[in-house]
């Protein structure tokens, strides 16, 4: 007769770190948080649209009041996509059949159906806030926790917020995650670009665990280069003036999932510009630097025929190369090998695998407030992207 075993519990490793559909570890650890979904102007009062995140598709629509609502995606009755519907007052009405569906995602009108089957029938609803430009949605269960603020970027006198929601960039999240916190890169990645602002030494790596995440400083002869990582999936970093700025910005980076093989960015900023500037409508040049990156990594065009002066679309294809180079998933088994320049990633891993063992084994995961850290937007602490 066999031994009774008992189950054995899930050891966290960097392969858990990667998936986040709904059920798996990361998914459900990411869920705990507050995430950007797309720019607040994108969604236009009586309007719908539709996104994805974290493998998942959410119907994110505003009534006619204005206000924003988010609701599963796929119509319960034969699966249609309800952000293809038309939106009546704060409801939704399905495109197929016209089924309603209200802001809690209570189905309050079926046509052709007999009474009393809509109020049985239920999709759904996710809270939705507005901040910075963005909307901000909790996929998770129970109450979401309070949305983290960011009193560096709510400074009106502190220059100009541009917010962006970037196109998908065809890898995981993880290694854009991991791209914030590597200072070496800026070396060789960005050595052309960077070169003259004195990041041409390899520089001194210290990384200090936080209440809010870590902290990373490139100790080079010419100062410290600090970048900030706030738990789970947010860089705040200062980066060196473009165009029409003047000084360093102050720029907050979250890197949301849209599936397993690729991310989007929400980028927002406030930098100062110089007197007299025109503001410019923001653009999003993330598809072509997308594209233009996908070009040089089949061999159909040269990094070299970017020109130095165009450091929207130079620095961003840079991070790209090395990013979708690594492959769609990066590898984080036996083919990788660290070195201690990788301490900035090793502490983060560390982290994200401490707070999934949590979930794991069944305890409450760490809180991770921002606090005021002092940066403004003339300050020079430097750091990069
Ligand atoms: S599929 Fe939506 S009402 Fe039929
Ligand atoms: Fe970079």
Known sequence: MSELTTAQTHKVTDLDLHATGPGTLAGRYMRMFWHPICLSTEVEAGRSRREQIMSEF???????????????????????????????????????????????????????????????????????K?????????????????????????????????????????????????????????????????????????????????????RAIGRRSTGDRV?????????????????????????????????DYSNRSFNVRRARKKPGAPIKPVVDRSAEQVAVSLDILAGRRKLEEISQNDRELLVPVQDNLALIGQGAIADRGEAENLGRSDAGIIALRRLWRTELQKLVDGEAVKQWPWPKTGMKVTSGAKGSD
């Open 130 to 214: 507005e901040y910075l430009g963005f909307v901000f949605i909790y996929l998770g269960e129970g109450e979401p926790p309070e949305l983290p603020c960011y009193p560096e970027l709510e400074d009106e006198k502190a220059g100009v917020l541009e917010s962006l929601a970037r196109f998908p960039v065809p890898c995981n999240y993880f290694q854009r995650l991991e791209n914030n916190i590597d200072q070496v890169h800026v070396n060789f990645a960005h050595g052309d670009v960077f070169g003259d602002q004195g990041v041409g030494e390899i520089p001194e790596y210290i990384i200090e665990p936080t209440d809010f995440g870590l």
């Open 227 to 259: 970048t900030y990582y706030h738990m789970p999936n947010i860089g705040v970093i200062a980066v060196p003036p473009v165009g029409d700025e003047v000084d360093w910005a102050i720029l907050v980076v979250w890197r949301v999932p849209v599936d």
């Open 58 to 128: 959410v119907t994110i629509y505003r009534g006619e009041s204005g206000q924003l609502h988010a609701v599963a995606d796929r119509c319960p009755h034969r699966g249609v996509q309800l952000s293809i519907g038309w939106v009546q007052g704060e409801e939704i009405r399905c495109f197929y059949h016209g089924w309603k569906f209200n802001g809690q995602g209570q189905c309050t009108e079926m046509p052709a159906e007999t009474p009393g089957y809509a109020a049985r029938m239920k999709i759904k609803h996710y809270p939705v």
